[in-house]
């Protein structure tokens, strides 16, 4: 049974956030830190892997949409994304092998909170959208194959955190290290007993000129000013992925 866990993601290859994060206390003496996916697909995404690997056993990866297309696009599949291409293009092989072995979900016991499954999108797909505002027969439809025994969902994917119960599961979504909507600062989540939705915050505009000094995609600075700065609300983003929920 894990007393503290350490939940982030999204962290989308922006190193000075994935720093300030894991400098934090109660990250570095969690017992566990679970990396919910969309590690790599920015700006610094050598940097930001080679730091998550020096974890250890002391982190548990997930996989995401953005880690999948990284992977397609080294094998020739190419994106619809600037940014994911050329990230893609930056990557070691074994960084490519390590995103390919990701696993869609891990289920570890926290304390308080029982079997906690941990995904990225949702616990049957790597880029489904579900909202905190997502109606309830949604979530129903997304959790139907789930355990009975699993009491705790925690996903990110759509960078706003959140925490709401669903027919009397608990679904956490920690937010976005690298690219929040809502508000700047690097989120992530703490579990055990309970559930804390935690915000870092850090120096954006020494974030901003680090990324545009260590980077060399092209569009680093206005990529770092976009995404760094929270230029989108978290209304934008509702709106933008409300279709996406099938309402």
Not at 11 to 39: F, K, N, R, S
Not at 161 to 170: A, S
Not at 224 to 235: G, I, K
Request: net charge negative; glycine share 8%; aromatic share 6%.
């Amino acid at each position: 049974m894990l007393e503290r866990v350490a939940v982030l993601s999204d962290i989308h290859g922006v190193l000075p956030a994935l720093e300030a994060v894991l400098a934090e206390p109660d990250v570095a003496t969690a017992d566990l830190i679970v990396l919910v996916g969309d590690l790599a697909a920015g700006p610094q995404p050598v940097e930001v892997l080679d730091l998550l690997t020096t974890l250890g056993d002391r982190a548990r990866w997930v996989g995401g949409n953005a880690d999948r297309e990284l992977v397609e696009a080294r094998a020739g599949k190419t994106s619809s994304i600037e940014i994911s291409n050329w990230a893609a293009a930056q990557l070691r092989d074994d960084h490519v092998a390590r995103l390919a072995a990701l696993p869609l979900t891990v289920t570890l016991p926290v304390a308080g909170l029982g079997e906690v499954l941990f995904c990225h999108a949702t616990p049957r797909n790597d880029e489904e959208v579900v909202l905190v505002d997502s109606r309830l027969e949604r979530w129903a439809e997304v959790f139907a194959a789930l355990p009975t025994e699993v009491g705790t969902v925690v996903c990110g994917h759509t960078h706003m955190p959140f925490t709401r119960l669903v027919d009397r599961r608990l679904v956490v979504n920690p937010g976005s290290v690298g690219m929040p909507y809502g508000g700047t600062g690097a989120w992530w989540a703490l579990l055990g007993p309970g559930v804390q939705l935690r915000r870092t915050g850090y120096d954006v505009d020494a974030a901003c000129a680090r990324v545009v000094a260590g980077s060399t995609f092209p569009d680093a600075a206005p990529w770092a000013d976009e995404y760094l700065r929270s230029r989108h609300s978290d209304v934008d983003a509702l709106v933008a992925f409300g279709p996406r929920d099938g309402r």
